[in-house]
Each structure stands twice: as C-alpha cells, then as structure tokens.
C-alpha cells in the first residue's frame, strides 16, 4: 500500500465506526414513540403533499396551503370541510375514529388526498 | 379604393354562401377582406394572431354586430404574477371602449374574484360600471363559489338564471347559453355541467332552426385539453351533442388564461386570455397556477376577445388582442406594430 493508502485506511476506519455507532442510535431511536412532530399536510402545486397520510386515533392534521392559489380540503363522506384556504393559511382536523379518509379540493377535484388513521 | 374593397368583401362572402359553411373557406376570406383578421395555418388548425391596431370594421359590409370576451378578472389576487389586477382590468375595459365598433354587450366567463370576496366583486362592479357596453352576462368560475357555493354570485349576478347560474339569450339572430361547469365538482373529476343542467339544455335548443348561429360559454373548457391539470369538462360530450345538429357553433371558455382552439366539424372552441395573470402550457410547469413574466411583457399575455357576428355568412370571427404591446408597461393603444 502507498503512502496515501495507508493515511486513508486510517482515516476510513475510525469514520466507519463513528457511523456504525451512529446508524446504530438511529435505528434504536425509530423504534421508540413516533416524533412528536404534528401530522402535517402541505399543499403546494397543485397537490397534497404527502398524497397519503398515516396517523394514530386521535391525532389532529394541519393542511397548510404554500401554494399560490386558494385551496381546500373536503372529505368525500362528509367527515370534514375546510374553509377555502388562501396562500399560508391552514384547517386541522382532529381524528377521533379509525378508518380511511379520502379527500380532495373542491375547486380544484383532480387534486385528490387521503388520511388512514390507525 | 374604398369600392373595390367592398366588392372584395361582397365577392366573399357570396362565394361563402355558396359554399355553405366551410369555416376554412371563410377564414381564408376573411384575410382578403380585410377586415383585419390575420389568421395563418399551424399544423392544419386555424390561429388567430393579435394584432396591435384595432380593424376598421366600417369597411365590413355585412358585419352585422360585434361583443367582446373577457375571463378571469380575479380581483382580489395580489401576488407577484400580478399585483394589480384591478389595474389589468380597467386596462382591458379602456381597450374595450376604445374600439371603433362598440361592442352589443360584454361576456365574462368566469373567476370575477379571486376568493368570492364582497369587497372584490364591489370592486369588479366598479371597474365594470366604466364600460361603455352597459349589458354585461356572466358565467361563473370555481373562484366565485368558494365561499357558499355560490350563493354571493348568484345574488349579484344570476338574475334570470336557473340552477347554479345557467341561462339563454338571443341577440341579432344568434343564440347565446351560458353554462355553469364549476359547481358540485366531484374529486378526481374535471368540471362538470350536472344532469339538471343537460336536460335544461337539451330542452333549451329543442325545435330551434339549425341555421341559428350558437354560442355556448362556460367558464372552464368544454373540451379536453389537459385533463391532469382539469383542464376539460367531464361531461361536456352529451351538450356538445345537442349543438351537433347547427350550421354554426362557436364555444367561448376561459378557466387556462391562455388562448387555445379547435375546430371540430362546425364547432369551434376558443378559450380567451386572463385580464388578471397567464398561466404555463399544458405540462410545461409543475402545475398550472399563476405565470410570472418580465414585467414589461405582462400586458402582452393578458388580452381580450372580440367576436364579431357576419349575418352574410351566418359565422362569427373571433379575434383576440393583448392588453398592450411587447416593451409597454403602459397600457396598448393600438398603435404601429404588429404581433
């Protein structure tokens, strides 16, 4: 091995453990309660971002519309309806049930949305 | 001079009747008649180019009435793409009175306000009142139904409508219907005109002459031009089939705030440009949604539609022009220059 090798196996070792050891907390972290930040929703484009969202029984989601056009959200059981929403303004709504909630924006329907709650 | 141009015209449009309705034939005469339509072939599909100087239609024998088009005010929109629309929209209703030939009436296809805000139909009404054509129809857009689906609209501009805003007219021979294709929309869909207002329609047209020159305008397109952006109509085929029967059919829409045609058969479908902001092509921007341009080529994607009835060929030219010419940041007069 040249010079440069060799300084760079060294170098490379240490870093590898550094991340192993890291990679390791991570994993022990996901396994513990979900991040305490809120389900969030953010419109933008045209679309609901993400399309899907999964949330335990009882968690309040935000839509926060960072589009340059007024949206809403509307379920399509009737389960909630937002306001219409102009650029940075926001709707929650609480789950209290399980189940699936499709959604979408009653001014524009081809933007469509869902919430599973589990 | 004068003479041989309207002989021209004459030869036209009797050449035109003999022909019976052929839209390319027409067009074509249009052009030599000067009546200042300049319309050039684009893969088969006739395009109208704006032109800067508004036509002297006092040398059209046999136009017989003209009104104009205008679409998506959205007063009350403020962001960069345009942060004066009511400024955008006096612009277009001075260019509306400056014309020669005074337009019969004026037709907004939809999206007046940008959040159905009182304040910002007041100030539409506002602007409006300083046209010289004092009969204006509407139709409206999603924007105009945001709040209580409709019910502001309706109250302000829905006398003698039915339903959700629809309603028919005559005027010089020709049949106007406005529809609604923006209320009870169903997710995932595209707009919708809804089943009472097809049987409304279909009742609407029954036993009329199929001579009748017809124009249908809805705010939304009633053909499907970009369906991933909703740019189209879920069900427009079955109205499109109660028109099928007519020597002449002319569809306005507005809803892309761009200009874009077909002719199909004895249909021709326009949409007309935005007074308010342009938005992308279809597929070319990650949405549709408002466009921002240099400013001083704002004027130039902005516009409106002038349609003009000739009772001779029992067809109506369409023409649209910009708000003002590339370069301006004042509003277009008219003046020297072309398109």
Request: with cysteine.
């Amino acid at each position: 091995m040249t010079r440069k090798n060799v300084w760079f196996a060294g170098l490379a070792t240490p870093l590898m453990i550094t991340m192993l050891l890291l990679a390791g907390s991570t994993s022990v972290t996901a396994n513990d309660q979900p991040s305490a930040a809120p389900p969030a929703v953010k419109i933008d484009n045209f679309s609901f971002g993400p399309q899907t969202l999964t949330v335990p029984v009882g968690a309040t989601v935000t839509w926060t519309n960072s589009d340059d056009i007024p949206h809403t959200a509307v379920s399509t059981e009737g389960v909630f309806k937002s306001k219409v929403m102009d650029t940075d303004e926001k709707f929650s709504y609480t789950f209290t049930k399980g189940g699936t909630y499709p959604y979408f924006c009653s001014v524009h329907p081809k933007m469509t949305g869902k919430v599973v709650v589990q | 001079m004068l003479g041989k141009k309207q002989d021209l015209i004459d030869q036209k449009l009797q050449d035109l009747n003999n022909d019976g309705v052929d839209r390319r034939g027409f067009l074509k005469c249009m052009a030599w008649a000067g009546t200042g339509l300049v319309w050039t072939l684009s893969g088969g599909i006739p395009v109208s180019r704006a032109f800067a100087k508004s036509h002297d239609r006092s040398a059209g024998k046999g136009a017989d009435f003209s009104f104009v088009q205008i679409s998506d005010s959205h007063i009350g929109f403020n962001k960069p793409a345009n942060p004066d629309v009511t400024a955008t929209l006096q612009t277009a209703i001075n260019k509306i009175n400056a014309m020669p030939h005074k337009p019969d009436f004026i037709i907004h296809t939809g999206d007046l306000s940008q959040l159905s805000k009182p304040s910002e139909f007041d100030t539409l009404d506002q602007v409006l009142r300083g046209a010289s054509a004092k009969q204006i129809y509407f139709v409206p857009g999603e924007h105009d139904m945001l709040t209580d689906n409709g019910e502001q609209y309706l109250k302000r501009y829905g006398k003698g409508t039915k339903g959700t805003g629809w309603s028919s007219f005559d005027h010089k021979g020709v049949h106007f219907v406005g529809l609604v294709n923006v209320a009870n929309l169903k997710a995932g869909g595209m707009g919708s005109l809804g089943h009472e207002q097809l049987e409304w329609l279909e009742d609407d047209l029954k036993g009329r002459s199929a001579s009748t020159p017809i124009v249908l305008y809805a705010h939304i397109p009633l053909w499907n031009i970009y369906p991933d952006w909703g740019w189209g109509t879920d069900d427009s085929e079955q109205a499109l089939s109660y028109v099928k029967r007519f020597g002449s059919v002319t569809v306005l829409n507005g809803h892309i705030h761009q200009i874009m045609q077909k002719i199909e058969g004895k249909v021709s479908f326009h949409t007309a440009m935005s007074t308010a902001f342009p938005q992308p092509a279809p597929g070319t921007a990650p949405s549709a949604g408002p466009m921002k341009v240099p400013a001083d080529q704002l004027q130039r994607v902005l516009g409106i539609t002038d349609v003009n009835y000739l009772v001779s060929g029992r067809s109506l030219a369409v023409v649209d022009s910009p708000l003002g010419d590339l370069g301006s940041s004042a509003p277009g007069d008219g003046g020297p220059g072309g398109s």
